[in-house]
């Protein structure tokens, strides 16, 4: 009889092995897609976001330059009513555009210690912030770091070898909470009320200014820089010359005490613009 054996074969394991390798390398293809691939164009998306923003703020900022800036150039002026206006189209692109004003006055003490309490302007998306604030535009990035990227109307410089001007224009925005976001526009109006000349033209050997604000870190470097660059020295302590710089969780205190000590070498003046903003 016979016997019928069985004949050996790999050909249908081959396919099956190369079948298996084919899923596997699909998997990790998608799975390298999905890890790396779409935060990296989610992240492209959010900075292309917080540019287009950025470049609005900027625009935005210049508007009530024009604005502030008017009464400066009128002798004597003292303006109090309604003045001009800008208004300003925003991209929400999915974020939130809010005005956050303070309940604070623009306060003066005396002629040599400022207090500044600005409100701000800010446009949220995810983790990052642009945010207006006394004149000033200020990015903060997803990692929690806040940078200038634009001054305000603050000016020092030197007048002489010797002597130092300080000029201030504090922008302080009125009116109440408001927002508006999602994926359609915004429309921030912006209207001067008043512009008070606070402090003309004041001779002094020692300067004081605190300014409340959640980014002091920014304003620092701000002060930090310009002072710097007058050629005066920063202390670590209060000292009788230069400048020291004091940085807390939401308030920044900057005394400026000159070149020379005892000479009143610095030269202060101090303005206040008052502006409505609206948004809708």
Do not use: C
């Not at 002094?204 to 310009?226: M, R, V, Y």
């Amino acid at each position: 009889m016979k016997k019928i054996g069985m004949i050996k074969s790999e050909k249908a394991v081959s396919e099956v092995l190369g079948m298996v390798m084919i899923l596997s390398i699909m998997m990790v293809v998608i799975g390298a897609i999905l890890l790396v691939g779409v935060p990296m164009i989610e992240s492209g998306k959010s900075r292309a976001r917080m540019d287009v923003s950025m470049n609005s703020f900027l625009s935005m900022q210049n508007g009530i330059e024009e604005v502030v800036r008017g009464p400066i150039w009128i002798p004597d002026s003292d303006v109090t009513g309604p003045g001009p206006s800008r208004e300003m189209q925003f991209e929400l692109m999915g974020g939130m555009l809010s005005v956050l004003p303070y309940k604070q006055e623009f306060e003066v003490k005396d002629s040599k210690n400022i207090t500044i309490h600005p409100s701000n302007i800010t446009y949220a998306a995810g983790e990052e912030r642009i945010i207006y604030e006394n004149g000033a535009v200020i990015r903060k990035y997803e990692d929690g770091v806040a940078m200038m990227v634009s001054n305000p109307l603050i000016s020092i410089y030197k007048t002489d070898d010797i002597n130092i001007t300080v000029s201030i224009h504090a922008i302080s925005l009125n009116g109440t909470l408001s927002s508006s976001g999602g994926e359609g526009k915004a429309f921030v109006e912006t209207r001067l009320l008043n512009y008070t000349p606070i402090i003309e033209r004041s001779n002094s050997g020692q300067i004081n200014i605190n300014l409340t604000s959640e980014h002091p870190e920014a304003w620092e470097a701000f002060f930090d820089t310009k002072l710097k660059n007058m050629g005066l020295l920063r202390h670590d302590t209060i000292n009788t010359t230069g400048y020291y710089i004091s940085n807390g969780p939401t308030q920044l205190q900057v005394q400026v005490y000159g070149t020379s000590t005892g000479v009143n070498d610095i030269f202060l003046s101090v303005v206040e613009s008052k502006l409505d903003i609206n948004i809708r």
